[in-house]
């Protein structure tokens, strides 16, 4: 069955760069799925430019009524939402974020079926599709720019005053990064990102014990998943299931590491529930020698007492002063500095849209425009025929 794909200009605002399909994406569709056609909403600031599509032969349209399905990245502005169609973005909701909660109470009013990007997952339920790798390598970019500067060590430039992922390793051609010691947390896209950019700089990587016994003259990381860094109150073994169906059940026992560690990188996955890495009152003792804390994941209120807001690609970091409780500003003595930027690829926007792209294309258009037979849409589809559907009744209480 034919149908019109349209990709949307993005609404929100301050506007990000990224596209879910490139000029090139967009011919491979039309010529894999035959009678699907794509139109582009213009863009004065999408990464790839108005003609750039045109180049390619995909029309630029302005009204996509026509349209059955629709793709964005970030939220759609209420104001924006056309009725009755097929909709694809990140909509920041199945957390029940209150600052969503009537873009999903508008999307049930106008009948339309919403499929975000992050509730596609494969059986095993790891996520299909996402920006996560970026914001794991921008991320590890902004702690080691962020540690070149609170100590004069070196001056890298952040990666959204470059044009792409190339420029940015380029400025690593003579770097020397002193011998710091790197705790990664989270095992999903994010952390395999940061660690990919670890091991292109030979950041040399250890294990737990040798992390916390060892010292080293040169720089280390060590990459810890939940189960290095809580543990059950009753001291029975281990479960990641139950972990996150009763994270109540479990404590942080990632003290050891607060005490070796500089610098920090969080790319864990966080849910309400989960304890804190460690609380107000420890990163006052003078054994938290954690100095750089990159929050890629940036949850608020989250794992970190010293994120206490997101920051923004103009005014990446903030200090926060342990003993006041407080932020002020950055690399000042005495500090923590602290990254906390809620749309790292929003940075490589250009190379982050190649690569999701290149992912839709691959693994989530053909089970939307042909046949679903793993329920990878079924089980991503959160809004349908006004109603929430059956995977997604936990938000009935937040809508309502």
């Keep these: 069955m034919s149908k019109i794909i349209g990709v949307i200009r993005e609404g929100k605002q301050p506007a990000d760069l990224r596209t879910p399909l490139t000029p090139q994406n967009c011919v491979d569709i039309m010529n894999f799925f035959p009678g699907t056609k794509v139109l582009v909403q213009p863009s004065p600031f999408r990464c790839f430019s108005d003609a750039e599509y045109e180049k390619m032969g995909i029309e630029l349209k302005e009204d996509l009524r026509e349209c059955d ?79 070149g500067k609170k100590y004069n060590y070196y001056n890298l430039k952040p990666a959204h005053e470059l044009k792409n992922f190339e420029e940015m390793v380029a400025q690593y051609k003579d770097l020397v990064i002193p011998p710091v010691r790197i705790v990664l947390c989270g095992d999903g896209r994010v952390a395999h990102g940061c660690i990919a950019l670890l091991r292109m700089l030979k950041v040399h990587q250890v294990s737990q014990q040798e992390f916390l016994e060892d010292d080293y003259n040169r720089p280390i990381f060590v990459h810890l998943r939940s189960e290095d860094y809580y543990e059950r109150k009753d001291g029975k073994p281990w479960d990641k299931a139950d972990f996150y169906k009763h994270p109540e059940d479990y404590r942080s026992c990632f003290k050891p590491y607060y005490q070796r560690a500089d610098v920090m990188l969080n790319a864990v996955f966080w849910k309400p529930g989960i304890e804190a890495f460690f609380t107000h009152e420890e990163m006052k003792d003078s054994d938290f020698r954690i100095k750089v804390i990159s929050d890629i994941t940036c949850d608020i209120p989250g794992p970190l007492p010293s994120t206490a807001r997101s920051t923004t690609i103009d005014q990446p970091f903030y200090g926060y002063n342990a003993y006041l409780e407080k932020e002020v500003p950055a690399f000042m003595p005495n500090v923590i500095d602290v990254q906390a930027v809620g749309n790292l690829p929003c940075e490589l926007p250009f190379d982050a849209s190649l690569e999701f792209g290149e992912q839709l ?32 009744q936990y938000l009935a209480d937040y809508v309502s």
């Design 69 to 147: 399905i629709l793709l964005g990245v970030k939220e759609v502005p209420i104001a924006q939402l056309i009725p009755n169609k097929t909709y694809l973005f990140f909509s920041h909701t199945i957390k029940k974020q209150m600052h969503n909660r009537n873009l999903l109470r508008s999307i049930l009013a106008n009948n339309i079926t919403l499929i975000d990007y992050e509730t596609l997952t494969w059986e095993a339920g790891n996520r299909i599709i996402g920006f996560g790798r970026f914001a794991g390598i921008v991320g590890t970019h902004y702690a080691l720019l962020m540690l």
């Design 361 to 392: 294309v691959r693994h989530v258009l053909p089970s939307l425009l042909e046949n679903d037979h793993e329920q990878i849409i079924a089980k991503a589809t959160i809004a349908q025929g006004g109603a929430l559907t059956e995977h997604y």
